[in-house]
Every structure is written in structure tokens, then in C-alpha cells.
């Protein structure tokens, strides 16, 4: 059977402590003031931030599948009001208005044959 | 250099002021962002230089962090706690980061270091024992790391680290038991070679 891990709920303050200063970063107002200044930079891009780039291509994207939809329901709507070509029946060949003999011809034997 | 704070009271900030800052920050108050970045600043360089190792790189990721939250903000949920949330963004950035690394800044991993060796003077003990640890926790995967340094030294419950790891409960408390395996003997070794 598998031991079950002893685990503790609460932080181990020598642990804590010792990893607290093996950790210590330094100067914290520093690295805000670096943090907030490069706020600054990025919003005062003059337009140019990414987030306003990344908005500009979000509407190009919505732009061009508006198109494309539109494309795609056109062809669609095209292919489903065009007549499908039928395959010519016996009976066509008979009803249909006769152009010259030699079909009159084809036509009779066949029947004839039947 | 700043006092060493108990675990936790860095980040156990009242969470309607905390959220009100949020507010402010989001509807474009940037000393409402500054307020925030600097009550977090020790927390997220910390986390990212127990996932980095190295601290320029680790003070780098977490400003990345800091300026993606400011960015992420809408997707804020206000009935959460904000620290889970920014750590979890701190988190990702260094793993991203440490991932994207081509070249491992940190200095090879001195066994005899980490195992013992001389014991230098008392006035450079304590620098001696950071940077054992730290040459300890470059042997754990960086998931362990975090999960004790957010554990140990800021206090966070086992559920909290799991909503910034992004992992269950049971793995967080797996991983800060083995985390502390290690580390436990390290100082105990130590404070044996003390005495």
C-alpha cells in the first residue's frame, strides 16, 4: 500500500524565511517605477501601441469574413438557382420536334426494335 | 534593503479596497495601477525568480506580467481575489520565458554546494545559505518552485496556488511536500555544519 504524504497546512516559517531571503529581489520602488514608466511608453505610443495594432487587425479580421461570407452565400445562392442538365429519355426523342430525317430514322428503329 | 515581511501579509490586502483599485485602474487610473504593481512588486519577482533562477530575467517576466494584467483586465472577475489572478499571469510569463530562453544564464548547479562543502565565515553565512538554496531550487521543476515560494513564503492556501498554477489542490500539496523534503535537509545539513 502507498504511504500517504504527511502533509501540513500551515507555511514552515524556517523555510519561509530562509527561501524569503535567498529570493530577495532588491529595490521594489525601482522596479515600479520601471513598470509604470513603460505604461507610460506604451500608451503614449501616439496610436501605435499594440493593443491599438492588435484593435486595428481585429477589424480588418471582421471586415474581410464579412466579405468572404457574402462571397461564399452569392456562389451558393448561384449554384442552387442554376437548371441541372437531365439525361434525354426515349420518350423525349419521340415527343420532340424533328429536325431531320436521319433522327426520325435512329428514333423509329429503335423503337421498332423494342 | 526592506524587512523580511511574516508569510502572507504582503498579499492579505483587504479585497474591497483591492477591488476598488481594480476599478480605478481599469477605467484608466494609472496611479490605481501603480498602487497595485507596487503592492505586488516583492511577490511577482519573487515568484518569477524562483521560476527563472535569474533575477534580471525574473524582474523582466514580471514586468511583462504586470503590463499584460494591465492589458487583461476587463477579463478580471472582481468577486475573486486579485492575487491568484496577477500570479497566475506572473507564473505563466516565466515559464513562457524560461521556456524561450536559449541560453541558461544560471550557473551550472555546484553539487558540492548544494550537498555540504566548507563552511565559510559567519559574516558571509547568510549569503552562503541563499545561494545554496537557490542552487537547491534550480534542481526542482519550476512548478515545485513556485508552488513553495507562494506557500512558504507568501502565505497563499493550497487552493490559491492551484487557481495561479492552474493545477488540483492534491498536486499543489504534493508538490510543496516534496519541495520541503528537499529543502528541510538542506538546512538541517546546515545548521548541523553550524553547530
Excluded at chain 2, 515560494?149 to 489542490?169: K, M, N, Q, T
Aim: aromatic share 4%; proline share 6%; net charge neutral.
Amino acid at each position: 500500500m502507498k504511504e500517504s504524504l504527511p502533509f501540513d497546512h500551515r507555511p514552515d516559517p524556517a523555510i519561509g524565511d530562509a527561501l524569503r531571503r535567498a529570493l530577495e529581489p532588491g529595490d521594489d520602488s525601482a522596479f515600479v517605477a520601471r513598470v509604470v514608466a513603460q505604461v507610460e511608453r506604451v500608451r503614449a505610443g501616439a496610436g501605435a501601441s499594440w493593443d491599438a495594432v492588435l484593435a486595428g487587425w481585429a477589424r480588418v479580421g471582421v471586415a474581410a469574413a464579412v466579405t468572404i461570407a457574402l462571397a461564399a452565400g452569392y456562389l451558393l445562392g448561384r449554384s442552387a438557382a442554376a437548371p441541372t442538365p437531365r439525361r434525354a429519355s426515349v420518350a423525349d426523342a419521340v415527343l420532340a420536334p424533328v429536325t431531320s430525317s436521319a433522327e426520325v430514322e435512329v428514333v423509329l428503329a429503335s423503337v421498332i426494335d423494342n | 534593503m526592506a524587512d523580511p515581511q511574516p508569510p502572507g501579509e504582503a498579499v492579505r490586502i483587504g479585497q474591497q479596497d483591492e477591488a476598488e483599485l481594480v476599478a480605478r485602474a481599469r477605467a484608466g487610473d494609472r496611479a490605481a495601477f501603480g498602487v497595485l504593481v507596487a503592492r505586488y512588486a516583492a511577490t511577482a519577482r519573487r515568484v518569477a525568480r524562483a521560476a527563472l533562477g535569474d533575477p534580471d530575467d525574473a524582474d523582466d517576466a514580471a514586468q511583462d506580467a504586470m503590463l499584460s494584467a494591465l492589458v487583461k483586465l476587463d477579463q478580471y472577475d472582481p468577486r475573486r481575489p486579485f492575487g491568484p489572478w496577477l500570479l497566475r499571469i506572473v507564473a505563466n510569463a516565466a515559464t513562457d520565458r524560461r521556456r524561450r530562453r536559449t541560453v541558461r544564464r544560471v550557473e551550472p548547479l555546484d553539487a558540492a554546494l548544494v550537498a555540504g562543502g566548507t563552511r565559510p565565515d559567519q559574516t558571509a553565512e547568510r549569503r552562503a545559505l541563499g545561494q545554496r538554496l537557490r542552487e537547491a531550487l534550480a534542481t526542482l521543476p519550476a512548478r515545485r518552485r513556485i508552488a513553495i515560494v507562494l506557500f512558504d513564503v507568501e502565505g497563499y492556501s493550497h487552493a490559491e496556488i492551484a487557481v495561479v498554477l492552474g493545477i488540483p489542490e492534491g498536486t499543489v500539496r504534493s508538490e510543496v511536500f516534496h519541495a520541503r523534503r528537499l529543502l528541510r535537509t538542506l538546512l538541517a545539513d546546515w545548521k548541523e555544519e553550524a553547530e
